[in-house]
């Protein structure tokens, strides 16, 4: 059973930092690890993306503003993010994909961020 835990989420103002971490257990093999987030009303999209290899991709309105990072060894990914603005409110749902030769992907309950003065 793949297992979640995720942390870092909260209230921050707007121009703060947040960093999300995500550590992912019962699984055997991970090769990419990603947070999409998720505000009422709208869909969801990819924030960031990182394989096992290193490779980083980026939703366009991360504006260089936020670092994936993973460290393969135990299995954790982390999100580094900078100059948040109120319009990065959402929650964010840190996923992994097991296999590039398969689009299944498992989700973790997600972390609340807010970003308010």
């Known amino acids: 059973q793949v297992q979640f835990a995720e942390s870092g989420g909260g209230l921050v103002q707007p121009g703060g930092s947040l960093r999300l971490s995500c550590a992912v257990s019962?699984?055997?093999?991970?090769?990419?690890m990603a947070w999409h987030r998720q505000s009422p009303g709208n869909e969801r999209k990819m924030v960031a993306s990182?394989?096992?290899?290193?490779?980083?991709d980026y939703g366009d309105f991360v504006a260089g503003r936020f670092t994936i990072s993973r460290d393969n060894r135990i299995n954790t990914a982390y999100l580094q993010m900078d100059n948040l603005t109120p319009e990065d409110t959402a929650t964010y749902y840190c996923n992994v994909r097991p296999s590039v030769w398969r689009a299944n992907r498992y989700w973790g309950q997600g972390a609340q961020v807010t970003v308010s003065s």
């Open positions: 990182i394989t096992s290899g290193g490779t980083a």
């Open positions: 019962g699984i055997t093999s991970i090769y990419e």
